[in-house]
Each structure stands twice: as structure tokens, then as C-alpha cells.
């Protein structure tokens, strides 16, 4: 019975997140993140992230509880201790991702830090499916399955995809928005993981059932407007895209009426719009590829950017057999 319940934990542990962190790459329809590195993301918030995410716990829950009562110094290590210390742990893989020529903008985070966010949440989900269901039997696993997959895990990949949003937009804009922006993003997911934990621990302490449904209700709310920065960066994606390939169409390197196409999600997937013999996807990707190092390159003032332009505008004509 005990290899079943494990078995169907690890399932329900990772299935789940592991589709949706799948959606949330499909939904990144413009440049879509390299498979490898969103996987190194995952792997790291269930390993790495854990990891130093229990030893700054350790680290600060010695004072509390050398000073103060078993109950105020679990309460304070789950309201306050847990966010301060898991959110940096699970962004620390952000830092180095942000260094890649793969993170470019706002919506390039979003996805790595929903990645790091959800595999932080099938370590801790696993953990805590064994530990109800040996503590409080099958009926309490299933419900602490549903609550846990549909609100802890995603808190944890919204609070991380908002600290990557926030590198995201400060990598292209200098020092000030990292010294400015980056810290405020980690500030918010230190609030959205402390308002959850903290109307749990203050439910449980005061004994009042309506802060969980508070808390159930909130939730979703905090959510849509994490997704809604994730949509709103897919859209400046799109104008993005369309206003520097309508630059490149006024020097020639692809027809004008591409722009419009390359710039919409549905439209530039489907056939036909390209002359025959035209490999429709390296087409979409150094079109899309272009528009993103043209931005980069104006930006940094990088030489090899500017000669990543020149190359993939060279690709585009030679795709086309244009001159």
C-alpha cells in the first residue's frame, strides 16, 4: 500500500505541473525558450531551490526558536521566514540564466521563473502528499493533492515567473533597473508567498475558516494578474516584432506584407503565405530572431549583435534567393 501511495504521490506531484509548465512554453509563441534550459530551470527549483531554500530557513528559524515558543516560532517561520528564504533560493537560477543570449526580455523570464516555481512545487508537493498520507490517511492525501496542485505550486510559479519578469525587463535597460526594478519583483514574491502562508498560519491560529476562503478567493485574483503581465509582455513581443521588421522591409530584406504576418501567432504558423520551396519555420525563426537582436543590439551597442544582424538578415535573403 505505502509503494502504491508513492507512486501515485510522484505522479500527482509532477504530472500536473510539469503540463502546465508545457502550456506555459506553447504559450510563448513568438520565441520560444530552449526545451534544455526551461528544463534546467525546473530541475533546479526541485533540487537547488529546495536546497538553499532549507538552509536559509534553518539559518533564521534558529533565533525563533531559542527565543520564542514552539507554535508563535512555526507560525512565524511559515508566515515569514519561508518566503524570505525560498524565493531567492528558487530565483538564484534566474541570475545565471540571465547571462544566456536565450533571456531576453520580460516574457523570456516569465517562463524560466515559472519553470524554477514549479519544480520547487513537485519536490515540496511530494513531501507533503507522503507526509499527509501517513499522518491523516487517504482521505486527507486526496484532498491536500487538489489544494496543493491547484494553489501552493502555483504560487510558488507565480511568485518566481514575477522575480524573472523583473530581470527580464531590466537586462536590456542598465543599472537602474536592476538596482530598481529586480529587487521590487522580488519584493513582490515575497508578498504573494507570505499573504498565502500567512492567512493559513492566522486560519489555523485564530480558528477562523473564512481567512482559507479568503485565501482561495484571493488567490485566483493574485494569478490573473500574473498572467496578465505574461499576456502583456506577449504583446509588446508582437509590436515589437512588427515595428523592427518593418524597418528591415523598408531596406529589403523581407517583403512588406511578411510584417503582419510574421507579427501575429496564428497567422505566421500557417501555410501558404511563403513562395514554394521556402523552409516556412527557418524563415519564421531568423525573421523573429532578427527583430529581437536588432533591439538588443541598439540597446547594448554590442559588436556581436550588430554582426548577428547583418548574418540573419543575410539568412533571410538567402531563404528567399533574394540578392
Known amino acids: 500500500m505505502i509503494l502504491i501511495v508513492l507512486l501515485l504521490s510522484s505522479l500527482f506531484a509532477t504530472l500536473p505541473l510539469v503540463s502546465t509548465l508545457g502550456f506555459i512554453w506553447w504559450m510563448d509563441r513568438y520565441d520560444r525558450e530552449p526545451w534544455w534550459l526551461v528544463l534546467v530551470s525546473l530541475i533546479w527549483g526541485g533540487t537547488g531551490g529546495v536546497f ?9 528559524n534558529a533565533p525563533l526558536e531559542w527565543t520564542l515558543d514552539a507554535a508563535t516560532a512555526g507560525a512565524l517561520s511559515a508566515a515569514i521566514v519561508a518566503p524570505l528564504t525560498e524565493e531567492p533560493a528558487k530565483a538564484l537560477i534566474l541570475l545565471a540564466l540571465a547571462r544566456s543570449r536565450h533571456f531576453d526580455n520580460i516574457t523570456d523570464g516569465f517562463v524560466y521563473g515559472a519553470a524554477a516555481g514549479l519544480g520547487f512545487g513537485v519536490s515540496e508537493n511530494l513531501l507533503y502528499f507522503m507526509n499527509v498520507a ?9 484532498a491536500n493533492i487538489i489544494v496543493r496542485t491547484l494553489y501552493s505550486a502555483m504560487m510558488h510559479a507565480g511568485a518566481t515567473s514575477l522575480v524573472g519578469a523583473a530581470l527580464g525587463f531590466a537586462k536590456l535597460r542598465g543599472w537602474w533597473a536592476t538596482l530598481i526594478v529586480v529587487p521590487f519583483g522580488l519584493a513582490l514574491a515575497m508578498g504573494m508567498h507570505a499573504l498565502w502562508n500567512g492567512l493559513i498560519v492566522a486560519s489555523g491560529a485564530f480558528g477562523a475558516p473564512a481567512l482559507t476562503v479568503l485565501n482561495l478567493l484571493l488567490f ?11 499576456q502583456g509582455s506577449l504583446w509588446t513581443e ?11 522591409a523598408k531596406l529589403g530584406t523581407l517583403p512588406a506584407e511578411h510584417v503582419d504576418r510574421l507579427g501575429s501567432a496564428l497567422r505566421r504558423d500557417r501555410k501558404g503565405w511563403l513562395r514554394r520551396g521556402i523552409d516556412h519555420g527557418a524563415y519564421v525563426r531568423a525573421a523573429t530572431t532578427l527583430a529581437f537582436r536588432r533591439v538588443q543590439a541598439e540597446r547594448t551597442g554590442k559588436a556581436e549583435l ?3 544582424v547583418e548574418r540573419l538578415r543575410a539568412e533571410l535573403r538567402r531563404l528567399q534567393s533574394l540578392p
Not at 538553499?52 to 533564521?60: E, P, Q, R, T
Open 52 to 60: 538553499f531554500g532549507v538552509l536559509g530557513s534553518m539559518a533564521l
Open 134 to 142: 501517513n499522518a491523516d490517511g487517504l482521505s486527507a492525501w486526496a
Open 220 to 230: 485566483p485574483m493574485e494569478l490573473v494578474l500574473v498572467l496578465a503581465v505574461f
Open 238 to 248: 508582437r509590436r515589437m516584432i512588427r515595428r523592427e521588421l518593418a524597418e528591415e
Open 306 to 308: 550588430t554582426q548577428e
